[in-house]
């Protein structure tokens, strides 16, 4: 639990301003933390904070990247709620780059946006900032007209009693010198505004135009750049041969760099014009050498990697009871490597200036970003300055940190302004991709309908190991890539979990829903086959199994009525559900089957469409309902996509799916009538919500073709797969 108590008054410009703290450690840091620009004058740190000006403008300063999710307007709903405010009158700030705003979780002791944490670690302390400031005018108030605090009411930005009434902003220069009170947030009986579905506050600049992503950034004089980095991964920089991209119109220079000893960049070359389009034009007449890598690395060789991990007992992560099954007769999963394939390219604009290096950048990390920065540059930590735009999408791909420090390099070479932005291609082929994994399970029921042995062994690339390699040898890291199987909701007396880490050296990351994004499709398939196997309905086999996680058990059968499944009438149905991030996802998809027909009216084939899909999400505490639907609708497309077609190739130890020609995502006339009821749960605190609703989705729609044909999907993209009536198309 974080100790929220440590908090107190910054006095500026006769207004409010109001922090909260948290502990730090800053040995972990690696730097002295004394140059955050928001240190407090009693040397506490301060995290998200609101501001109350003279003019009774009420500023939320928010910690987290913007990039979709609505967390810029669900966190000022809570602060907002407890301020008594109108959600449209508090203006929203993007905070600035520092310790003080490190994740309440104090993971890494970072600032950054991922693993839908947002609401989660911050709701607390939003409330807890909103509650106190609103305590304090009110005291202020109180001491003004000779009241009793218990006799005032806060509403619409005002303190009023009986005939007296104030402004937040007439009070604060007031309230500024008071000692901070402990304030509890209201009760939920008491809410108006946390649990409703007002109009985003982001919307209506990217709406108009005015909202600025990374891809709008415009500083004066700036040039433009793109980068070139080795097609086969791990090679590296021999020569360069620039002799005829100089000659092209508009080229400035064309510099080459080598990777930086931490780790955060590889060998790369640039070009920088006036124009991206004569930066784009010329780095393709850019020769250059490149030695080293594995070159042999292809789609059949990571595919035998995988096969031959789930051949070789693994890592044991989990044994629950005496007798689980061996895998070797078991079934065989397998998924592909994808790529982020976010809207918005890579891009950065830098500037390196009066001792200071100055970034504008689409990011989820700020707090890593800063560290890169510094440590390849050789500045201090207090010479960063960042300025987070709005995110084209980030899915975990803009937590990296390649991108923003080759521009700070670039910058720093050049002397001016620069606005780098990667071409799709190399975006494509220089990911940080979902890895691919493998799966064997293998189970047993008796002769009640009750799954009595489960036992799956894994096979792929932990992320993790880029992170912390030196933590991976001797424990059970399985509690990572073996999420959905090593907190399994089923009752099951007799479980094994084993995972075979395997080395490649295609580079990973943290990609939406992460290990949940597979695990979800391993085992909410295998669920369905078991299911089948027993001769029980695949609703009531879960419900049978589920009696002891009741969140799971009442999703299950919500979503079952959602989508009126006990009256089918010819409809092909198929149910998961899946735990993710604090929440739980329940998920029905409708499907209809078609011939395909080839060359003179041959069927060669099916045509699989999605019809309809029906979400029940239980995310704990709902902060505001539209943002969960919407979250979830694109979550449902995104899995969907995933689960049709999109699939990264490589060919010579490099990725050979250039663009999205070759990388098909999910078309609009492909989406399918997604109803979401949002559930709440239980919990007394918000679960995740912008990645939970996805991993359900393909087991959902593998179980209702299986429904519709009788044969079992087991490995994605759906596209491709060979059935008995043919290949499936989409």
Request: a negative charge; charged letters at 20%.
């Amino acid at each position: 639990m974080i100790n929220l108590s440590r908090r107190d008054i910054l006095r500026s410009a006769g207004g409010l301003l109001l922090g909260f703290a948290f502990p730090i450690s800053p040995e972990f840091l690696e730097y002295d933390p004394e140059g955050s620009p928001n240190r407090g004058p009693d040397g506490e740190w301060l995290g998200a904070y609101v501001c109350i000006d003279p003019q009774g403008v009420v500023t939320l300063r928010v910690p987290a990247s913007e990039m979709g999710q609505g967390v810029h307007t669900a966190l000022p709903m809570i602060l907002a709620e407890e301020l008594d405010l109108d959600l449209a009158t508090v203006r929203v700030e993007m905070a600035p780059n520092s310790i003080a705003y490190a994740h309440p979780s104090d993971v890494g002791k970072t600032q950054l946006t991922a693993g839908s944490g947002s609401v989660r670690g911050w709701w607390g302390p939003m409330a807890i900032a909103g509650a106190t400031a609103r305590a304090m005018l009110v005291e202020a108030a109180a001491h003004r007209w000779g009241v009793s605090v218990g006799s005032c009411v806060t509403a619409g930005g005002r303190v009023t009693c009986g005939e007296h009434a104030a402004t937040y902003g007439d009070l604060a220069a007031e309230a500024a010198v008071l000692t901070v009170p402990e304030a509890s947030p209201k009760p939920r009986r008491s809410w108006r505004l946390v649990g409703t579905e007002p109009q985003r506050l982001d919307i209506p600049s990217k709406t108009n135009g005015a909202a600025l992503f990374g891809i709008d950034v415009d500083v004066p004089g700036a040039v433009q750049a793109t980068v070139l980095h080795s097609p086969v991964f791990g090679a590296r920089l021999v020569s360069v041969d620039d002799t005829e991209a100089r000659k092209l119109p508009g080229v400035i220079d064309v510099l080459h760099f080598k990777g930086s000893e931490t780790g955060h960049t590889s060998d790369f070359v640039t070009v920088i014009a006036d124009t991206f389009w004569h930066a784009r034009v010329a780095i393709v007449s850019v020769v250059a050498t490149w030695e080293g890598g594995r070159s042999e690395l292809d789609d059949a060789t990571i595919e035998r990697e995988l096969m031959d991990g789930l051949e070789h007992r693994g890592q044991l992560c989990k044994k629950v009871g005496a007798r689980p099954p061996s895998v070797e007769s078991g079934v065989t999963y397998q998924v592909p490597y994808l790529h982020h394939a976010t809207m918005e390219p890579l891009t950065c604009t830098a500037h390196v200036h009066d001792d200071i290096v100055e970034l504008w950048a689409p990011t989820q990390a700020q707090g890593f970003t800063e560290r890169a920065v510094a440590a390849v540059l050789g500045v201090p930590h207090d010479a960063i300055v960042l300025h987070t735009t709005f995110l084209g999408g980030g899915f975990g791909r803009k937590s990296e940190v390649d991108f923003v420090v080759e521009a700070a390099q670039i910058a720093q070479a050049v002397g001016k302004p620069v606005k780098v932005t990667w071409t799709r291609e190399e975006d494509f082929s220089h990911g940080f991709y979902r890895p691919a994994f493998g799966a064997r399970l293998n189970g047993a029921v008796d002769s009640a309908g009750r799954i009595t042995d489960l036992s799956v062994r894994l096979s792929g690339p932990n992320i993790l190991t880029r992170f912390v390699p030196f933590l991976l040898d001797g424990l059970p890291f399985g509690f990572f890539v073996g999420e959905n199987f090593f907190d399994l909701p089923y009752s099951v007396p007799n479980q094994r979990l084993e995972y075979n880490r395997l080395e490649l050296p295609i580079p990973t990351g943290f990609w939406r829903s992460v290990s949940a994004s597979h695990n979800g499709f391993f085992r909410e398939c295998f669920i369905d086959e078991l299911a089948h196997g027993a001769g029980v309905d695949p609703v009531q086999f879960r419900l049978d199994h589920l009696v002891d996680s009741p969140r799971h058990h009442n999703l299950v059968r919500r979503v079952a009525d959602m989508a009126d499944w006990d009256h089918r009438d010819g409809r092909f149905l198929g149910i998961a559900v899946v735990e993710s991030f604090g929440s739980i996802v329940a998920e029905v998809a409708q499907i209809r089957v078609e011939d395909h027909l080839a060359g003179a009216g041959t069927v060669d084939g099916i045509v699989v469409h999605v019809e309809r899909v029906w979400v029940a999400f239980d995310c704990g505490r709902c902060i505001h309902r539209g943002i969960i639907a919407a979250q979830a609708q694109g979550a449902v497309g995104m899995g969907l996509s995933v689960a049709f077609g999109e699939r990264m190739s490589f060919s010579g130890g490099a990725a050979v799916t250039p663009n999205f020609y070759a990388y098909p995502v999910l078309k609009l006339g492909q989406m399918p009538e997604i109803e979401v009821e949002v559930i709440e749960g239980a919990l007394d605190q918000p679960g995740g919500v912008g990645e939970p609703a996805l991993p359900p989705i393909a087991p959902a729609v593998c179980n209702a073709i299986f429904a519709a044909i009788g044969e079992r999907i087991r490995e994605l993209p759906i596209a491709g797969q060979k059935t008995a009536r043919g290949v499936i198309f989409v």
